[in-house]
């Protein structure tokens, strides 16, 4: 079983940033990728942003250039760094990572991030 614990969520101005924090109950070496899905308000959860464990990263076009997504090897831990936020940026962020040798997939509780002036 692997727990992902999120913090730093909030509410900010628009404009303003963020950083979200997973902390992963395994070594990130046991991970194939991690990675920040969003779900806004009465819509579907969405991709955000993934790392691999070969450190390949994905962004979702919407957030590209704005959001950078990190790794802390040493901490087991995923960050989410969020610029220049935008209103349609408010959802509940997850977590979401998936094991090296089951492939299994684990979720975090999540956490709100609202914008709004």
């Known amino acids: 079983q692997v727990q992902l614990v999120e913090s730093g969520g909030g509410l900010v101005q628009p404009g303003g940033s963020l950083r979200l924090s997973c902390a992963a109950s395994?070594?990130?070496?046991?991970?194939?990728?991690m990675g920040w899905y969003r779900q806004p308000p009465g819509k579907q959860r969405e991709l955000v942003a993934t790392?691999?464990?070969?450190?390949?990263?994905d962004y979702a076009d919407s957030v590209k250039g704005r959001f950078t997504i990190s790794r802390d090897n040493a901490k087991n831990t995923v960050y989410l760094q969020m610029n220049s936020l935008k209103p349609e940026d408010t959802a509940v962020y997850f977590c979401?990572?998936?094991?090296?040798?089951?492939?299994?997939?684990?979720w975090g509780q999540g956490i709100q991030v609202t914008v709004s002036s």
């Open positions: 979401k990572a998936e094991t090296r040798f089951t492939s299994r997939q684990y």
């Open positions: 395994l070594s990130i070496f046991s991970i194939n990728y």
């Open positions: 790392i691999t464990r070969g450190d390949t990263i």
